[in-house]
């Protein structure tokens, strides 16, 4: 009976022990945090122990700062944040757009020469020296790294960020010392020949205009307008559209919108229009063409040589410029 009693008061003891602690751990709870210059008192129970005091930190010891938030740098777009549902998505920053520098000459150092033309077993023997050659393979694997790093969204994306013109054309031809030469592309025209664009621009004063897509043409057709309107019978001078098209699979579907592209276009031009089908990655390095999605718009003179470009939409400005430069292109020719 005593040994009962005796359980039942221990018991009862560390139960209120138990429950003053929790009292402390809850007042110091709800304080938040104890006052920096002095220390927490030991709780004192009943049976005689003290649980230890609560150190303060000294007085030379900081407490920890948040680590700040790290500012973008000058000239760097700031950080964008998408909400979906209740999840912050950083949005990726835009890479920075890569053009040329307006007025720089385009193009190749000496005059392009013929497209060859090879039989098809010479192809392939061509093609299957290609695959045995380590020098062709490290070449091959270097173009597929740029094309993995150049994907087809960043160009929709350098739209959407910086819009559809790199830069507003210079009011100034390139000077024929500095002045470079048109780079050769063999296509064909609307009438069913096949043509040398090189060969095509010789001998006249020419706008060049190339396009990739779709979305491209009112760009071309911008410089195309203003020029017509004032050379479209002089027959010193000519347009040339060129319309290419690197993918195999669009460039089916190209080939059966053919008629509605010769319909489309004005029976004056069906000889001077041309459609490449393939990969163009050298005529782009060499004219600065950095965004495919974007028309582009070259003066060509009679030996050539690029002597004026533009890109995007034509603005006022450009399509006098191009005007007056065509015609001192002209006078030059002479």
């Known amino acids: 009976m005593h040994s009962l009693l005796g359980l039942s008061l221990r018991l009862s003891h560390t139960g209120a022990v138990r429950h003053q602690l929790y009292c402390v751990s809850r007042s110091l709870s709800t304080k938040g945090s104890v006052e920096p210059n002095a220390a927490s008192p030991a709780t004192k129970t009943d049976d005689g122990a003290q649980t230890p005091a609560t150190e303060s930190p000294s007085s030379g010891e900081k407490p920890p700062q948040p680590s700040p938030t790290k500012a973008p740098h000058a000239g760097e777009p700031e950080e964008k944040i998408e909400y979906i549902g209740n999840t912050r998505f950083p949005r990726p920053r835009p890479k920075p757009r890569r053009t040329i520098t307006p007025g720089d000459a385009v193009g190749l150092d000496?005059?392009?020469?013929?497209?060859?033309?090879?039989?098809?077993k010479e192809?392939?023997?061509q093609k299957w020296r290609d695959v045995l050659s380590p020098e062709k393979n490290l070449e091959s694997r270097a173009k597929i790294i740029r094309e993995i790093g150049e994907s087809h969204f960043q160009n929709i994306l350098d739209l959407r960020n910086n819009g559809d013109k790199l830069f507003e054309a210079p009011a100034?031809?390139?000077?024929?010392?500095?002045?470079?030469?048109l780079p050769n592309l063999e296509g064909k025209t609307l009438t069913g020949t096949n043509i040398d664009i090189v060969d095509l621009c010789r001998g006249k004063t020419t706008l060049l205009t190339v396009e990739f897509v779709k979305f491209a043409e009112k760009h071309t057709r911008s410089f195309i307008n203003v020029f017509e309107a004032t050379?479209?019978?002089?027959?010193?001078?000519q347009v040339v559209q060129v319309n290419i098209e690197e993918n195999w699979a669009k460039a089916a579907v190209l080939r059966m919108c053919m008629p509605y592209v010769r319909r489309a276009i004005p029976k004056h031009r069906h000889s001077t229009y041309v459609v490449h089908y393939g990969g163009v990655e050298s005529l782009r390095s060499n004219l600065g063409i950095a965004n495919p999605l974007i028309g582009y718009a070259f003066l060509v003179d009679s030996k050539t040589r690029v002597r004026?470009?533009?890109?995007?939409e034509a603005v006022q400005s450009e399509g006098i410029n191009m005007i007056s430069l065509t015609r001192e292109l002209m006078r030059k020719a002479k």
């Open 172 to 181: 100034h031809l390139i000077p024929a010392i500095k002045a470079k030469f």
């Open 308 to 312: 004026w470009y533009a890109n995007g």
């Open 231 to 237: 050379y479209m019978d002089n027959p010193k001078v």
């Open 110 to 120: 000496a005059p392009a020469g013929k497209v060859e033309h090879k039989p098809l």
């Open 123 to 125: 192809q392939l023997e």
